[in-house]
């Protein structure tokens, strides 16, 4: 599918929904912030994976971009965090490192993410992997 098909496709059927933003860079959170914001989705950012444990308690997502490497709580063990809040069984969340061998990908999947970016990603892809996500997950 082509990029342009995909934007239309994430306007069409996901237009104002809620995503999070997880990154110790704030440059990183940023960019992806911006570049959601441009598909008409309404963004939400994290400095860390305990500031984002807190922010899923009190809002629900419709997707998570965890970044992987972060002070505090990793994103591994936010995404555990998460992943034991009732409403966030079928949250999609979405890893972004600049590490994906098959055993980080191993690592990202056994604690509970659905897929994952490698960093830097370009536009297309970061919305590829998020139309992936959330149409199989029927948010």
Same mark, same amino acid.
């Given at each position: 599918?082509?990029?342009?098909?995909? &934007?239309?496709?994430?306007?069409?059927? +996901? =237009?104002? +929904? *809620?995503?999070? /933003? /997880?990154?110790?860079? &704030?440059?990183?959170?940023?960019?992806?912030?911006?570049?959601? &914001?441009? /598909?008409?989705?309404?963004?939400?950012?994290?400095?860390?994976?305990?500031?984002? @444990?807190?922010?899923?308690?009190?809002?629900? +997502?419709?997707?998570? !971009?965890?970044?992987?490497?972060?002070?505090?709580?990793?994103?591994?063990?936010?995404?555990?965090?998460?992943?034991? @809040?009732?409403? +966030?069984?079928?949250?999609? @969340? @979405?890893?972004?490192?600049?590490?994906? !061998?098959?055993?980080?990908?191993?690592? =990202? !999947?056994?604690?509970?993410?659905?897929?994952? *970016?490698?960093?830097? =990603?370009?536009?297309?892809?970061?919305?590829?992997? *998020? *139309?992936?996500?959330?149409?199989?997950?029927?948010?």
């Amino acid at each position: 599918m082509a990029i342009d098909d995909v &934007e239309a496709e994430i306007r069409q059927h +996901y =237009f104002g +929904y *809620l995503v999070l /933003v /997880v990154d110790d860079d &704030e440059i990183n959170r940023e960019v992806a912030q911006t570049q959601l &914001e441009a /598909v008409d989705l309404v963004v939400d950012t994290a400095k860390d994976g305990a500031q984002a @444990i807190a922010m899923a308690q009190q809002r629900v +997502y419709a997707a998570i !971009f965890m970044d992987m490497q972060m002070p505090n709580v990793n994103g591994l063990e936010a995404t555990r965090g998460i992943r034991k @809040i009732p409403q +966030y069984q079928d949250v999609p @969340i @979405i890893a972004m490192t600049a590490n994906a !061998f098959s055993e980080d990908r191993a690592k =990202f !999947f056994e604690a509970g993410m659905n897929d994952f *970016l490698t960093k830097p =990603f370009n536009p297309a892809t970061m919305f590829t992997t *998020l *139309l992936r996500s959330l149409s199989r997950h029927d948010v």
